[in-house]
Each structure stands twice: as C-alpha cells, then as structure tokens.
C-alpha cells in the first residue's frame, strides 16, 4: 500500500501563544477528495496553513508523501507540488492577468504551456489578459485563482472556502471544474463551510470544530450532522 | 493608449500655470540674446542633468514597486557610493583604479551589498510596520548614512570627482559640450529602458512586484519573496551608486549634504510625476526638471533678493505635482495600522507635578546645584547656558508636532518653516525689541498659515502628506524665509523683555524658557483631556469613523493645523531671540526639520514629555564639553560629543525598528509600577507576567521537555508545592531537586 500523500499526525498549531488546532489528525489518500467542513473559527484555514508550510506546528508531524516535512517553507512546498488557493482571492491585484498567469510558472511549466490552458479553460479570462487583475468581477477573480490549480498539474490541491462570497452559479461552475480535476486523479482537499456546496465533489468529509476533527464519513451523513453543529447541539451523542 | 481627458477645472489650471511662467519669465527676463547655440547648450546640458535625475529617480521608483517602501535613504545610498567611488578612483593616496573599474566595483559589488544588508538587518522588520514607522526608519538612514561619510571621508581637504574622459568633448560656440554628459544621457535611456524590461517582461521583474501586493500568495506559487526583496533592495542600491557617482562631478567640491540634496528632491519630484509607479513618466520628469533649471538659468535672472531660487525649480515642482495628483484610493476594508500607544491618559496633577518638576531640576541643574555625585557638573557657563537654551528652544518647536502628528496623525516634515514664520511676525511687530508681549498676537497671526497648509493637506494622506510636508518645507527654506524683504540675511534681535523687565542674562533667559516649556507641556496634557485631544486622535483611528459620528474631519484637520502653526511660531520667536541672530539662508535647512521630527518619532511622538527628548543633542554636546573641560575621560568626551549628539538622531530613527513606539512611551511603561498611585500599571504587568507563565507552562510536554525544575515551578506557581512534593524533591529524572 502506498503512503497517504498528505497526513497530519495530532497536529498542534496556532498564532502566538494561542493555540488553534488542538491535535489534529487527518490523511489524504491519492486520488481521495476530501471535505473540511466547519463552522467559523473551528481551525480550517490553519490547517490548511499548516499543510501548505504558512504555519509550523507546534507540535505533532506533517507528513507529505509519507515524509515528514515539518519546518518546509511554502515556496518549498508550493515547488515540490503542493498548491493551495487560499481565501478570499487568491491573485495579485496589480498584475494583470497574463502576469498573474506568469507568476504560476514558478511551480515549474513553462510559460507558454500554463498560458494556453489557463485561456483555454476559462476563455474570460483570455479577453482580459491586459487588465489588471484587482479590477476583475469577484468570479473572474476566483477564475484566475482557480487557473492556477488547473494548469500547473499539481500533485495535492487545497482549496480554502472557494464559494466565499460569489454568486451560486459561478460557484457551481467552479466545482465543475473542481470535479473534472477529481475524475483526473487528482487529490483534493476543500475546506467549505456549508456540506452542499462539495457534496458531488467530495468522497469523504470531516467535521471540524474547536480545532479537532470530531467525525469523518460520507460527505451526505455528514451534512445532517453539521447542521446540528452548527445549532449548538451536541454532537458527540450521535455516534453510530 | 488612454486619451488623456482634461476637466475644467485642470485645464484652467494648465492655462493659469503657463500665464504664471509667462510673467515670471517676461518680469525676470536676464536680458542675454537667444542664440542657436546658448539654447542648444541649455537643452543638452538641461538633458543630461535632467537624466541624473532621471536616474535616480527611476532608483525610487523601481525600489517603491518592488519593495513597498518608499526610500528616503536613496540620496544617502549614493552619496556612501560616490565618495567609495572616489576613494578606489580619484584618492591619490588610494588604488587610483580606472574609472570603469571604479564603477563597476562600487555599482555591482559595494552597493548591492549595502542593499541586501539594509534588507535583512532594517528592512525586514519593517514589512508590517505602519507607514510612519516605514518613512522614519529610512529618513534615519538618510542622515545616518550623510553622517557616516562625513565622518569616514571628513572635510580636511577638497574633495572633487573627475567626469568620464576627464572632460574632454566638443565645442559649440564658445561652449564646451563634455562627452560625460552624452554618456549620461544615454545611461539614463539604457536604464530605463532595461528597468522597463527586467520589470514587465522578466518573469524576477513581475515577481518583484507580486512581493509587494501579496507576499504569502507569492510563497504559495512557488517564489522565493525573501529572496526577491533583497535582489530589489540590491538593485535599489546599485542604482543610486549610479546616479551618485555619475552626479558627483556636477559639484566642486563634494559635499554629503549637497549631493544628497541633488539627488535627493530632484529624484523625489521626478517620482511624484511619474506616481511613484510610472517609470516612463519619472523619467520625463526628470528631464523636465533638468530642462527648466538649465534654462532658468541661462535666461532668467532673479537678482539678489531671490538668493536660493536656482535650487527651487524643483522644490516649486514638487508642491504643484502632489497637489495636482489625483486624489489617492482609500485604504477600503483595512484597518490602518498605528502605533499611537494605547496609553492611560496623564491626569492634570501628573502634569503638573511634572511641569513643576521640570522647572525646578532644570534650575538646580544649571545653577550646578545638583550633582549626581558623579561629578560636579559646575554653574553652567554661558556655552554650557547656550546649549540649554537651544535645547529648550527645539524641545518648545517639538511640542508643536504632538497634536498634529502624535494626535492627529498628519506626518509634518516643516516645523522649522513655522517657526521661521513666527520669528518673522515677531520681528516686523516688535521690531527690534524683544518684547514678549507680542507673543500671543505672533501665535494667532501663525494660525492662518496652518490652516492655509490644511487646506492643501486635507486630501492627502500618508506618503503623499509627507511629500507635500517636504515641498513646504523647502519652498519656505529656499524661497520665502531667505528673501531679505523677510529677513535681512543675518538678523539681529535684543535682548527679550517681559512686563518691562529686561532678560539679559541667559540664566535668566534659561529659567524664562524653562517655565514656557513646563507651562506647554502641562497646556497639552489638558488638551489631549479634552474633546479636541478626543476628536483628533479618533481621526487618527479612522476618518471614515470619525465622520459617521458627526466629526467634521476637515474642520478638524483645519483647527489641528492651524494650532499647531501656533506653537510653532511662538517656539520661534523664542528660537529667534535665543539665537540672536537669524541666519535665513542656512537655518531653515530641510536637514534641520528631519532632525526634530525623527527625534520626535523615536521618543514617541504623541506623548507632550516626548519633545524633551529634542533637548538630547544640545545636552550631549553641553556635558561634552562639560567633560571636556575637566579633561577627563576622553572616551566619555568622544561618546557624547562626537558620536552621540553626530549620530543619534539617525541612530534613534532606525532604532524605530526594533521600538515602533517610542522611547518616552517604554520609559513611562517601565517605569509606571513604581509610583505608589498607579495601581493600573502594577495590575497590567501582573497580568502580563502572568501570561508569561502561562505561555511557557502551555508549551510544557509538547516543545518545551518536562524537567524537574519546570514541575517544580508549576507546583510553585499551583501553590500545591507542600502537599505533593516528596520530602527530599523528585527523584526521578536526572539530578534531584532539593525541597
């Protein structure tokens, strides 16, 4: 059996003295894609700070490809393949976009190669290139970040909150494109806050709240559960 | 391209800026014959000055949009870089290398050099820091770095640097055209041109900029942005070597001062043209700037009464530039960073208790009533008293800053241009005499031009507030205060006299100071009590803010202003009439307003006691001397008088790195617990102590290793140390540890 490609073994994290992520545990086979799913606060995002080398542990290890890397840089990371679209928009907004586009090159293909995939999937994107990118709508914005995920062929992609304030069909259109990268092999963890939108995506999702995973399952049971997180049920006496 | 589209209200702007230069022109009009060849030598020797601006400019430019901050030290960098060149070229007793080898030596390996250390010791550090802070550290490296190379290539002997080909070139007229300035010109182009390049074609040029607007986004592609911010930082550097070595033959002989001067507000003026950003247009710019002195000059001819005007053209520029630049973007969704400290506010008896304070140790000290029992510093003699009151003086001036920067957060490099105004008030009320009387009429007669500044300012912010501070400051400086209608060029004044007694003696004149001095600080620390104190500093937070709960931001920034012209003008007349004498050509040097503000930032700029803080080069010179006289300690002597009171007030402003606060503000902190009436303070580092061990107590069994003396803390800290530990300590683990 192959090495899961990312596994967090009880990682601790957080900002200054304060820790967020309170011993997490989690694994991504290759091929698997994966939901975090959680309320506000509940440590997402530093986990997916800590995967992507932003935030070092304070304690327990990061494993990426069955090696441990705790202590690599992002740069290090994003290069070896790792490529996170962080929150909000993930693009320069005083480049233009064909500078944006330039700026993927770093991950190792070649300009020409990123160029023409990144047009060729979101065509908008092609008639814009002049602009700079700031001045781009929301979605278009999200497009040019998705781009990066799309053309560079990366080996573990992490997308933090992607729905984050874009109207649902661009949302839709997004996870699109998110599935068709999953049907390539591709292996994938989505931090959302709401189960529907990464349910035809995903084919695991956990449950994060107060920095620990507290459940993992199908993505539909899952959704049931969150809700009542999210109300302020208990969720520990619905075990199975 | 972009049709440039002009509204009313610019064009006639164009239209009332060109009849301006019209009348001046056909007013000041020398009088020599145009000819074919005059005006070709103008334009070319116009082009060539205008492309050392140029480059320096672009330097800037290039540094501000690849690292984000805009470097004040640039001049500084190239004033280090051309006396280095000088050193390995022109010093006789030195290498004497060929030029080019000079110039490769300094451009590719010294200043880069220089670049990535400023990158990695200041810069850093600095990546957050407010943009106050930002601007401080790098105006601290400018004068740090002038003082540096005045003190390592000292003024003993003139010092000159050769043009290329030792000015050989060709003749046009009766003119020589040198070859050096061809080759500058065409330096310029192939700069800019490459610049242009490496940053819009290059994939390391797009990712410098990409530092700038998302550094952690830069990472997560795959860049390496430490890297890229000191391969910008270098680059930075290696361009004002250029444009200083290629400058320095224009001055005979080199000064740090004036070639920073030359480099420094041309550059400046050249970047506002081009926003900061446009590399095409800084580089018009530049050569505009070029053109206009080098025409100025040959055509125009201003008399007497207009002494400095030749250095003014861009000063003037730059005033009009920053004024006419489109209004900036508001910062949307950001909470700005300040550093204004989260201070308990000074009650009124503190501040008296330190007014009075003041007063009486200042007193005690000059009357050598006080000696530490170090040594006895003595009656102050008249230098000793000489050095006080200018100490007093300039810590009155600083006072002015505390409302309009500290409170209000309006960054204002022309102090000295205020004082400067309120000294000439005094004069032309009082006269000769020294009647302080006039004081109050002075101080409302100075409100105006605060309030004149205001209303230029009140769309600015930030950078732009500081560049149009700079342009005031240098239009006062160089144009208004010299001319002799103002001041005849060295003015006397008698001695001051209030309610008919006669200050005159500068003991006397000591104490006056001292008691004006404690009264301001106590005025302020009831003004920053009062509503107004409460209103400027919530416009400091936010003005959006500010304005949904009913402020009247631009009323308010008026009132800031025109209070702070106020201070500043009666600060000046004392200014004035300790001095004696006002020297209009050299005192109202811009160099001498950064000293003030930077010493004012590294105390702490919103605390009334930080202006004492200003007293410290006066002071360290008055004890070096003192020392001196005793001829002890020769050590102590260099410390205070040649390294302290040369390099401190650069030195405090980088210190600004590492102390974003201030020194007054982590003096007050530290030393607050001790006063018996301030609980607040006590409970605060409790607190913070607290934290300390919580933090270090968190960490125990996962990084930090359970030892037996952290279990022994914990139990101290738990207060269960008696019921649980063994007789005789723990035993297991390595060693014991005795109950």
């Known amino acids: 059996m192959t090495a899961p490609l990312l596994e967090l073994r009880g990682v601790r994290a957080g900002y200054g003295i304060i820790d967020v992520l309170h011993g997490v545990d989690l694994v991504l086979e290759p091929g698997q894609v994966v939901a975090l799913l959680g309320p506000n606060g509940a440590g997402k995002s530093t986990t997916l700070g800590v995967a992507s080398g932003q935030i070092q542990p304070s304690a327990g290890q990061l494993l990426i490809g069955g090696r441990e890397v705790n202590g690599a840089k992002p740069d290090a990371l994003a290069r070896a393949g790792v490529c996170l679209v962080p929150e909000g928009r993930g693009i320069f907004p005083n480049l233009t976009v064909s500078e944006n586009i330039r700026m993927m090159t770093f991950s190792g293909r070649s300009y020409i190669e990123v160029q023409d995939k990144a047009y060729a999937l979101f065509p908008r994107l092609g008639e814009r290139r002049r602009q700079l990118a700031g001045t781009l709508s929301g979605g278009e914005q999200q497009m040019l970040a998705m781009a990066r995920a799309m053309s560079t062929d990366p080996a573990l992609l992490m997308l933090d909150e992607l729905s984050m304030g874009l109207a649902p069909i661009i949302v839709e259109e997004l996870y699109g494109q998110v599935a068709e990268l999953a049907s390539g092999g591709l292996s994938i963890l989505i931090v959302e806050q709401f189960a529907q939108t990464v349910l035809g995506v995903a084919d695991t999702a956990a449950i994060m709240l107060h920095g620990r995973i507290t459940r993992t399952g199908p993505p539909n049971e899952i959704a049931e559960e969150l809700t009542a997180a999210y109300l302020g049920i208990d969720v520990g006496g619905h075990d199975k | ?739």
Not at chain 2, 97 to 105: E, M, R, T
């Open chain 2, 1 to 739: 391209m972009t049709r440039v589209q002009l509204r009313p209200s610019q064009i006639a702007a164009l239209v009332g800026g060109v009849a301006f230069l019209g009348v001046l022109v056909w007013l000041n009009w020398a009088g020599n014959a145009v000819t074919r060849d005059g005006f070709l030598v103008a334009t070319i020797a116009g082009l060539s000055v205008g492309s050392l601006y140029a480059i320096s400019a672009t330097g800037m430019v290039v540094v501000y949009t690849t690292t984000g901050t805009f470097n004040f030290a640039h001049g500084g960098i190239g004033v280090f870089s051309a006396f280095f060149y000088w050193e390995l070229v022109e010093n006789a007793d030195g290498l004497e290398l060929p030029n080019w080898i000079g110039l490769l030596v300094v451009v590719l390996l010294i200043a880069p050099l220089i670049g990535i250390v400023l990158d990695v010791v200041l810069m850093r550090s600095l990546r957050n820091a407010p943009m106050v802070v930002q601007l401080m550290v790098t105006v601290g490296l400018m004068v740090f770095l002038l003082t540096l190379t005045g003190q390592l290539w000292q003024g003993d002997r003139p010092r000159t640097i050769q043009p290329f080909w030792r000015g050989s070139g060709f003749d046009i007229g009766d003119f020589r055209v040198t070859w050096h300035r061809f080759m500058v010109i065409a330096v310029a182009a192939l700069i800019a041109a490459l610049l242009r390049v490496l940053l819009f074609r290059t994939r390391i040029g797009v990712a410098m900029r990409a530092v700038v607007d998302n550094r952690e986004l830069t990472a997560l592609n795959g860049a390496r942005p430490g890297l890229l911010s000191s391969f910008a930082w270098a680059l930075g550097a290696s361009l004002a070597a250029i444009a200083g070595i290629l400058i320095a033959p224009e001055l005979n002989p080199l000064d740090p001062g004036n070639l920073n001067n030359l480099m420094l507000i041309a550059a400046i003026t050249a970047a506002a043209i081009g926003q900061l950003k446009n590399l095409p247009m800084t580089v018009l710019g530049g050569l505009l700037i070029g053109l206009l002195s080098q025409h100025q000059a040959r055509w125009l001819s201003f008399g007497s009464d207009w002494p400095f005007v030749r250095d003014a053209a861009a000063p003037v520029l730059l005033f009009i530039v920053v004024l006419a630049l489109p209004q900036s973007r508001l910062a949307v969704g950001r909470v700005s960073s300040n550093l204004r400290p989260i201070e308990r506010t000074t009650t009124w008896w503190e501040g008296a208790i330190g007014a009075v304070a003041l007063i009486l140790f200042g007193r005690w000290f000059a009357r050598g009533s006080l000696n530490f029992g170090v040594w006895d510093p003595g009656e102050w003699d008249q230098i000793a008293l000489n050095n006080g009151i200018a100490a007093l003086v300039l810590a009155m001036i600083g006072l002015s800053l505390i409302p309009l920067t500290g409170w209000a957060g309006q960054i204002n490099f022309a102090p000295l241009a205020f004082a400067g105004f309120g000294a000439f008030i005094f004069l032309k009320l009082a006269g000769e005499s020294g009647n302080l009387l006039w004081l109050p009429v002075v101080g409302l007669l100075c409100a105006p031009l605060g309030a004149l500044v205001a209303l230029f300012a009140a769309r600015l912010s930030g950078l732009y507030l500081a560049l149009l501070s700079l342009a005031f400051a240098l239009v006062m400086g160089k144009l208004v205060l010299p001319h002799p209608k103002i001041f005849p060029t060295i003015h006397r004044f008698e001695d001051p006299t209030l309610f008919g007694w006669a200050i005159d003696n500068r003991y006397d004149y000591f104490v006056t100071l001292l008691v004006f001095l404690g009264f301001g600080i106590f005025a302020l620390v009831l003004l920053r009590r009062s509503r107004y104190g409460r209103r400027w500093i919530a416009m400091q937070d936010s003005e959006a803010a500010a304005a949904t709960v009913g402020i009247n931001t631009m009323l308010t920034k008026v009132v800031v202003y025109a209070f702070s012209a106020t201070l500043a003008g009666m600060a000046g007349v004392f200014w004035a009439l300790s001095k004696g004498s006002v020297d209009s050509g050299r005192d109202f040097e811009v160099l001498a307003n950064f000293e003030i503000v930077l010493l004012m930032a590294a105390a702490g700029v919103a605390l009334p006691s930080a202006a004492l803080f200003l007293a410290f080069i006066p002071l360290t010179q008055a004890l070096g001397g003192r020392l001196d006289d005793g001829g002890s300690v020769p050590w102590l002597v260099w410390l205070l008088d040649d390294f302290l009171a040369k390099f401190g007030p650069g030195l405090l402003a980088i210190g600004m790195v590492v102390n974003q606060r201030g020194a007054i503000f982590e003096m007050g902190r530290g030393f607050a617990p001790i006063l018996p009436w301030r609980r607040d303070a006590r409970e605060e580092m409790a607190q913070e102590r607290a934290a300390k061990t919580t933090a270090e107590i968190g960490g125990l069994g996962l990084d930090l290793p359970f030892t037996n003396e952290t279990v022994l803390t914990l139990d101290t800290e738990l207060g269960i140390i008696d019921e649980v530990t063994p007789s005789g300590g723990y035993t297991h683990g390595v060693g014991t540890v005795p109950r």
